[in-house]
Protein backbone atom coordinates (compact mmCIF):
# COMPACT_ATOMS: atom_id res chain seq x y z
CA UNK A 1 0.00 0.00 0.00
CA UNK A 2 0.97 3.31 -0.68
CA UNK A 3 1.03 4.34 3.16
CA UNK A 4 3.23 2.04 3.87
CA UNK A 5 5.89 2.68 1.25
CA UNK A 6 5.66 5.94 2.69
CA UNK A 7 6.42 4.94 6.20
CA UNK A 8 9.02 2.97 5.06
CA UNK A 9 10.73 5.62 3.14
CA UNK A 10 10.01 8.38 6.55
CA UNK A 11 11.08 5.74 8.62
CA UNK A 12 14.37 4.98 6.04
CA UNK A 13 15.33 8.74 6.15
CA UNK A 14 14.85 8.95 9.95
CA UNK A 15 17.78 6.13 10.36
CA UNK A 16 19.66 7.80 8.01
CA UNK A 17 19.47 11.37 9.98
CA UNK A 18 20.34 9.27 13.11
CA UNK A 19 23.41 7.19 11.61
CA UNK A 20 24.16 10.67 10.42
CA UNK A 21 24.23 12.27 13.79
CA UNK A 22 25.68 10.03 15.33
CA UNK A 23 28.70 9.59 12.98
CA UNK A 24 28.72 13.59 14.02
CA UNK A 25 28.88 13.47 17.47
CA UNK A 26 32.53 13.49 18.05
CA UNK A 27 32.66 16.42 15.41
CA UNK A 28 29.74 18.12 17.47
CA UNK A 29 31.41 17.84 20.89
CA UNK A 30 34.51 18.91 19.30
CA UNK A 31 32.44 22.32 18.29
CA UNK A 32 31.15 22.75 21.29
CA UNK A 33 34.25 22.59 23.38
CA UNK A 34 35.78 25.45 20.20
CA UNK A 35 32.54 27.64 21.24
CA UNK A 36 33.14 27.40 24.64
CA UNK A 37 36.76 28.04 25.02
CA UNK A 38 36.18 30.94 22.73
CA UNK A 39 33.36 32.45 24.88
CA UNK A 40 35.63 31.90 28.13
CA UNK A 41 38.34 33.36 26.02
CA UNK A 42 36.73 36.05 25.30
CA UNK A 43 36.26 37.07 28.60
CA UNK A 44 40.09 36.87 29.67
CA UNK A 45 40.93 38.81 26.84
CA UNK A 46 38.62 41.49 27.43
CA UNK A 47 39.88 41.63 31.15
CA UNK A 48 43.68 41.73 30.10
CA UNK A 49 43.44 44.18 27.48
CA UNK A 50 41.02 46.34 30.06
CA UNK A 51 44.10 46.56 32.35
CA UNK A 52 46.15 47.01 29.92
CA UNK A 53 44.05 50.01 28.26
CA UNK A 54 44.07 51.49 32.08
CA UNK A 55 47.79 51.85 31.91
CA UNK A 56 48.32 53.43 28.75
CA UNK A 57 45.55 56.54 30.45
CA UNK A 58 43.32 55.92 27.11
CA UNK A 59 40.14 57.60 27.48
CA UNK A 60 37.37 55.48 29.16
CA UNK A 61 35.25 55.45 25.79
CA UNK A 62 37.74 54.48 23.63
CA UNK A 63 38.79 51.64 26.06
CA UNK A 64 35.26 50.27 26.32
CA UNK A 65 34.91 50.25 22.45
CA UNK A 66 38.27 48.63 21.81
CA UNK A 67 37.73 45.70 24.58
CA UNK A 68 34.36 45.41 23.16
CA UNK A 69 35.22 44.94 19.98
CA UNK A 70 38.11 42.88 20.85
CA UNK A 71 35.40 40.39 22.62
CA UNK A 72 32.83 40.16 19.98
CA UNK A 73 35.95 39.52 17.20
CA UNK A 74 37.33 36.25 19.29
CA UNK A 75 33.42 34.81 19.99
CA UNK A 76 32.62 35.37 16.45
CA UNK A 77 36.11 33.70 15.60
CA UNK A 78 34.99 30.63 17.79
CA UNK A 79 31.65 30.26 16.04
CA UNK A 80 32.79 30.19 12.34
CA UNK A 81 35.47 27.66 13.40
CA UNK A 82 32.66 25.60 15.10
CA UNK A 83 30.62 25.89 12.04
CA UNK A 84 33.81 24.43 9.99
CA UNK A 85 34.22 21.45 12.02
CA UNK A 86 30.64 21.15 11.77
CA UNK A 87 31.24 20.73 7.93
CA UNK A 88 28.85 23.71 7.42
CA UNK A 89 31.38 25.91 5.74
CA UNK A 90 27.66 26.62 3.62
CA UNK A 91 26.62 28.10 6.48
CA UNK A 92 29.49 30.17 7.56
CA UNK A 93 29.47 31.88 3.69
CA UNK A 94 25.81 32.99 4.33
CA UNK A 95 26.40 34.39 7.17
CA UNK A 96 29.52 36.62 6.56
CA UNK A 97 27.65 37.58 3.20
CA UNK A 98 24.01 38.12 4.85
CA UNK A 99 26.56 40.08 7.94
CA UNK A 100 27.56 42.51 5.20
CA UNK A 101 24.44 42.90 3.48
CA UNK A 102 23.05 43.99 6.73
CA UNK A 103 25.85 46.07 7.54
CA UNK A 104 25.48 48.08 4.58
CA UNK A 105 21.51 48.39 4.90
CA UNK A 106 21.89 49.25 8.64
CA UNK A 107 25.06 51.75 7.31
CA UNK A 108 22.58 53.84 5.21
CA UNK A 109 19.37 53.62 7.46
CA UNK A 110 20.93 55.12 10.93
CA UNK A 111 24.09 57.06 9.04
CA UNK A 112 23.54 59.90 11.37
CA UNK A 113 24.29 57.63 14.51
CA UNK A 114 27.36 56.51 12.66
CA UNK A 115 28.68 59.27 11.63
CA UNK A 116 28.06 60.82 15.87
CA UNK A 117 29.70 57.27 16.80
CA UNK A 118 32.97 58.30 14.31
CA UNK A 119 33.41 61.73 15.84
CA UNK A 120 32.91 60.75 19.38
CA UNK A 121 35.76 58.31 18.75
CA UNK A 122 37.74 61.40 16.93
CA UNK A 123 36.81 63.52 20.00
CA UNK A 124 38.33 60.65 22.70
CA UNK A 125 41.56 60.59 20.91
CA UNK A 126 41.91 64.13 19.78
CA UNK A 127 40.49 65.28 23.19
CA UNK A 128 40.28 69.38 21.71
CA UNK A 129 37.78 69.99 24.85
CA UNK A 130 37.80 68.00 28.34
CA UNK A 131 35.20 67.55 31.17
CA UNK A 132 35.07 70.84 32.83
CA UNK A 133 36.46 73.24 29.85
CA UNK A 134 33.84 76.12 28.85
CA UNK A 135 33.40 76.18 25.47
CA UNK A 136 30.70 77.61 22.58
CA UNK A 137 29.82 75.68 19.92
CA UNK A 138 26.36 75.45 17.42
CA UNK A 139 25.06 78.55 19.13
CA UNK A 140 25.51 77.17 22.86
CA UNK A 141 27.68 78.43 25.65
CA UNK A 142 28.29 76.87 28.41
CA UNK A 143 30.55 73.93 30.80
CA UNK A 144 31.30 70.67 29.17
CA UNK A 145 29.33 67.95 31.66
CA UNK A 146 30.54 65.03 29.72
CA UNK A 147 31.62 63.76 26.47
CA UNK A 148 30.34 60.07 24.76
CA UNK A 149 30.79 58.68 21.63
CA UNK A 150 26.89 59.84 21.02
CA UNK A 151 26.53 63.59 22.03
CA UNK A 152 28.18 66.49 24.08
CA UNK A 153 26.49 67.64 27.13
CA UNK A 154 27.06 71.09 28.22
CA UNK A 155 25.86 72.76 31.31
CA UNK A 156 24.70 76.48 30.31
CA UNK A 157 25.37 79.79 33.19
CA UNK A 158 21.75 78.72 34.09
CA UNK A 159 21.61 75.21 34.70
CA UNK A 160 20.15 73.81 31.84
CA UNK A 161 21.80 70.64 30.06
CA UNK A 162 21.99 70.65 26.40
CA UNK A 163 23.14 67.74 24.25
CA UNK A 164 24.86 68.18 20.84
CA UNK A 165 25.26 65.61 18.48
CA UNK A 166 28.81 64.80 18.13
CA UNK A 167 28.37 65.21 14.30
CA UNK A 168 27.04 69.08 14.84
CA UNK A 169 30.30 70.01 17.39
CA UNK A 170 32.60 68.47 14.29
CA UNK A 171 31.28 70.20 11.50
CA UNK A 172 30.70 73.47 12.97
CA UNK A 173 33.58 76.26 15.00
CA UNK A 174 33.74 75.13 18.08
CA UNK A 175 35.46 77.96 21.00
CA UNK A 176 37.52 76.80 24.22
CA UNK A 177 37.92 79.71 26.04
CA UNK A 178 39.32 76.86 28.61
CA UNK A 179 42.50 75.96 26.70
CA UNK A 180 44.79 78.15 27.53
CA UNK A 181 43.62 78.89 30.87
CA UNK A 182 43.70 82.54 30.59
CA UNK A 183 40.96 85.13 28.64
CA UNK A 184 41.20 88.41 28.19
CA UNK A 185 38.62 91.23 29.33
CA UNK A 186 37.31 93.93 27.16
CA UNK A 187 35.27 96.61 29.09
CA UNK A 188 33.87 99.56 26.61
CA UNK A 189 33.74 102.68 28.01
CA UNK A 190 32.80 106.75 27.51
CA UNK A 191 34.94 110.06 28.77
CA UNK A 192 33.52 113.33 28.19
CA UNK A 193 34.33 115.36 25.42
CA UNK A 194 35.11 118.16 27.75
CA UNK A 195 37.70 116.36 29.78
CA UNK A 196 41.07 115.48 29.23
CA UNK A 197 42.15 112.30 27.24
CA UNK A 198 45.52 111.77 28.47
CA UNK A 199 44.06 112.22 31.88
CA UNK A 200 41.26 109.58 31.28
CA UNK A 201 43.92 107.05 29.99
CA UNK A 202 46.34 107.40 32.85
CA UNK A 203 43.12 107.43 35.90
CA UNK A 204 40.98 104.46 33.82
CA UNK A 205 44.57 101.83 33.67
CA UNK A 206 45.22 103.03 37.03
CA UNK A 207 42.33 101.83 38.10
CA UNK A 208 41.67 98.73 36.89
CA UNK A 209 45.72 97.67 37.31
CA UNK A 210 44.02 97.21 40.67
CA UNK A 211 41.77 94.82 39.62
CA UNK A 212 41.87 91.44 41.94
CA UNK A 213 43.68 88.32 40.29
CA UNK A 214 44.38 90.45 37.69
CA UNK A 215 48.12 88.88 35.39
CA UNK A 216 50.17 91.11 36.12
CA UNK A 217 52.77 89.68 33.21
CA UNK A 218 50.01 91.36 30.98
CA UNK A 219 49.97 95.51 30.89
CA UNK A 220 46.76 96.86 30.39
CA UNK A 221 46.02 98.63 27.55
CA UNK A 222 43.58 101.05 26.67
CA UNK A 223 42.43 102.18 23.13
CA UNK A 224 40.16 105.20 21.83
CA UNK A 225 37.87 104.03 19.36
CA UNK A 226 35.23 106.33 17.99
CA UNK A 227 33.66 109.94 18.63
CA UNK A 228 30.32 108.68 20.05
CA UNK A 229 26.98 110.47 20.24
CA UNK A 230 27.22 112.04 23.49
CA UNK A 231 31.05 110.68 24.51
CA UNK A 232 34.29 109.78 23.33
CA UNK A 233 34.31 106.33 23.35
CA UNK A 234 37.66 103.90 24.38
CA UNK A 235 38.29 100.35 25.12
CA UNK A 236 40.26 98.94 28.86
CA UNK A 237 41.65 95.36 28.04
CA UNK A 238 43.58 93.11 30.69
CA UNK A 239 43.74 89.35 31.12
CA UNK A 240 42.64 87.53 34.08
CA UNK A 241 42.87 83.84 35.42
CA UNK A 242 39.93 81.62 33.72
CA UNK A 243 39.06 78.49 34.94
CA UNK A 244 34.90 78.62 34.97
CA UNK A 245 33.11 81.75 33.65
CA UNK A 246 32.61 83.36 37.21
CA UNK A 247 36.20 84.21 37.41
CA UNK A 248 35.69 86.06 33.62
CA UNK A 249 32.25 88.16 35.44
CA UNK A 250 34.10 88.97 38.57
CA UNK A 251 36.77 90.23 37.16
CA UNK A 252 34.33 92.72 34.53
CA UNK A 253 32.12 93.73 37.54
CA UNK A 254 34.88 94.28 39.57
CA UNK A 255 36.71 96.49 37.03
CA UNK A 256 33.52 98.62 36.48
CA UNK A 257 32.80 99.71 40.10
CA UNK A 258 37.02 100.88 40.48
CA UNK A 259 36.79 103.02 36.67
CA UNK A 260 33.61 104.48 38.02
CA UNK A 261 34.80 105.22 41.32
CA UNK A 262 38.16 106.47 39.89
CA UNK A 263 36.65 108.98 37.68
CA UNK A 264 34.25 110.21 40.70
CA UNK A 265 37.58 111.05 42.91
CA UNK A 266 39.34 112.34 39.45
CA UNK A 267 36.55 114.67 38.43
CA UNK A 268 36.18 113.11 35.10
CA UNK A 269 32.70 112.33 33.99
CA UNK A 270 31.12 109.40 32.30
CA UNK A 271 28.08 111.64 29.93
CA UNK A 272 24.96 110.32 29.99
CA UNK A 273 23.40 109.78 26.43
CA UNK A 274 22.68 113.19 24.96
CA UNK A 275 20.93 114.60 22.39
CA UNK A 276 20.78 118.10 21.14
CA UNK A 277 17.46 118.78 18.94
CA UNK A 278 17.53 121.43 15.85
CA UNK A 279 14.81 123.75 15.30
CA UNK A 280 16.16 125.65 12.05
CA UNK A 281 15.13 124.47 8.44
CA UNK A 282 19.18 125.25 8.22
CA UNK A 283 20.02 124.31 11.33
CA UNK A 284 21.89 125.94 13.88
CA UNK A 285 18.75 127.34 15.83
CA UNK A 286 17.52 127.23 19.22
CA UNK A 287 13.95 126.26 20.21
CA UNK A 288 13.41 130.05 21.29
CA UNK A 289 14.85 131.47 18.25
CA UNK A 290 12.78 129.57 16.20
CA UNK A 291 9.14 130.05 18.35
CA UNK A 292 7.16 133.39 16.66
CA UNK A 293 7.24 136.70 18.93
CA UNK A 294 3.81 137.19 20.79
CA UNK A 295 1.45 139.46 19.08
CA UNK A 296 1.75 143.05 19.45
CA UNK A 297 5.64 142.76 20.06
CA UNK A 298 7.45 141.71 22.90
CA UNK A 299 5.85 140.44 26.66
CA UNK A 300 2.42 142.34 27.13
CA UNK A 301 1.63 144.10 30.27
CA UNK A 302 -1.36 143.54 32.75
CA UNK A 303 -3.49 146.83 32.97
Not at 18 to 47: D, H, M, S, T
Request: hydrophobic residues 50%; glycine residues 10%.
Amino acid sequence: MDWQETLADLTGKLEGWVEAAVLKLPNLFVAVLIFVVAWIGAKLVRRLLGRALDRTGAPQQIRNLLVTVVGVAVVAAGLFIALGVLELDKTVASLLAGAGILGLALGFAFQDIAANFIAGIYFALRRPFRTGDVVETNDFFGTVERVDLRSLVLRRPAGQLVMIPNKSVFENPLVNYSTLRARRVDLAVGASYGDDLERVREVAIRAVEGVEGRDPERRVELFYEAFGDSSIDFLVRFWVPYRKQSDYLAARSEAIVRIHRAFDEAGLTIPFPIRTLDFGIVGGETLAEALPEPLGGGRGTAD
